[in-house]
């Protein structure tokens, strides 16, 4: 009796501690606190471009696309609406400032600002372009959030292996993809590896299909199994197995009292076993999902859906982990005919008339796709997760408005990296800097950094 209220005033280590459990238990700490931690398929991180800002009449008049109604119980604008099926795994960052300027007028400072928070450079060395209005401009000034994550490497970032290790998991470090991206200038480039040193999309779908699944071939194949990870859940299986009978012998040793503690620690182990038994062993392309080789001759529209069936193919079949996606180009010229639009989006931006619902248009148009996108990720089944839950998507533009404001740019999130990512969220972020959300994307993206660019240090990240 009085062994018993001792066992009774000890906390849960030392009476492990007490019974000479210590090491059998301590493998297990970890485990009994975490969540998902057996998901083995990588993170992966996709940049989503669009051209434009929220669509106004004029420089002070601007559709305000903010949410409507709290934190977790909102509803998107006219804009985002073909999001709504996807709320829940989809955050909206409302307010933020763009971090970019320079040379240039604002599209173009804002296209080489969009991932890199950094300034758009003066020409020089015979590298000069129209940055708008015969205003010239050199190119971006600094690397790309995809490019920095692409480059890290570890346990919770999208590579484990260094880019100079001798072998790499996946093909292609880095993909970069665009539908009708123009010729290079800094008003059509958006993704950079360094300071003036852009890198350009392949905007040909049947071109990126056959570079990207050059000897992808699923078929009646069976997935290889990776040994090392199936060692790793068979070491873990049979430590649930130990502490299983461990935490059966401890109930003949103490009160009672603390039989709900005991069962709930078992109901844990119970639950990890669970997962474990459902982990996938084999390598990330279990479920690739090949797309249809693209056609030539397509219309904007079919290029779009092609590339994102590549996009969705790309990461299923674990041909990279890190991509971007550029749709158009700052000053965009497409005519949306199929809207029935008599004038290309530019130009209807600026021709002295309202055209706010022709823009809105425009805006839900491309958020049809992205939900599609989305859709097709979420489809996609990784074990107790989709590819889009493994995934962190930000979709952003160069603008904040197409009358050149530089704030509420409006930005959107989607899947969650792993879980790095609470999603169905509407967060109010007004003024503060976007450069946030770029240190925010890096750090649940698995680095250690608080900042990024040249125009704020230290920004630190958003509370999403």
Known sequence: MNNRKRFNRLSRRHLLKALGLTAGMSPLLPLLNASGQENTRPKRLLLIFTPDGAPAQNYNTTVDWRPQGTTTD?????????????????????????????????????????????????????????GGNGNRTGWGSGPSIDQIVARASGAECPYALAPDAPTQET???????????????????????????????????????GRLFDGVNVGDQTPSVDPEAERRLQEKGALVD?????????????????????????????????????????????????????????TFPQEIRHMMDIVVGAFSCDVTRVMSLQLSYAFSHVLHSWLGHQDDHHNMSHDGQDRRE???????????????????????????????????????????????????????????????????????????????????????????????????????????
């Not at 998107?76 to 960052?93: A, D, G, M, N, Q």
């Not at 123009?182 to 392949?202: C, D, F, G, K, V």
């Open 74 to 130: 909102f509803t998107f604008h006219r804009i985002h609406e073909p999001l709504t099926p996807l709320r829940s795994k989809v955050v909206v960052p409302w307010g933020l400032r763009l971090t970019a300027g320079g040379a240039g007028e604002q599209h173009a400072y804002g296209m080489a600002g969009l991932w890199t928070a950094s300034t758009l450079s003066d020409p020089s060395d015979g590298v000069s372009f129209d």
């Open 171 to 209: 093909p292609f470090r880095t993909v970069e993809l665009g539908v009708r991206c123009q010729n290079p200038t800094s008003l059509n480039r958006m993704i950079y590896s360094a300071a003036n040193s852009p890198l350009h999309p392949e905007d040909n779908p049947h071109s990126a299909f």
């Open 242 to 298: 130990y502490l299983k009978g461990d935490l059966g012998r401890l109930r003949t040793k103490i009160g009672h009292e603390d039989y709900d503690k005991l069962d709930a620690h078992l109901e844990g182990l119970l639950q990890i076993e669970q997962r474990l038994a459902s982990a996938p062993t084999g390598d990330a392309a279990v479920n690739c999902q090949l797309p249809e080789e693209a056609g030539t001759g397509t």
């Open 358 to 464: 022709q823009l809105q248009q425009i805006d839900t148009w491309y958020a049809e796709h992205v939900a599609y996108l989305l859709e097709r990720l979420d489809s996609v089944s990784e074990g107790d997760s989709t590819l889009l839950d493994n995934t962190l998507i930000v979709w952003g533009r160069e603008l904040g408005s197409t009358a050149h404001r530089m704030d509420r740019v409006p930005f959107i999130l989607a899947g969650s990296g792993r879980g790095a990512l609470t999603t169905g969220r509407f967060h109010s972020f007004d003024g503060q800097e976007h450069a946030r959300l770029l240190v925010s994307t890096m750090q649940m993206m698995g680095l250690e950094t608080n900042t990024i660019g040249n125009r704020v240090q230290d920004s630190g990240g958003l509370a999403l």
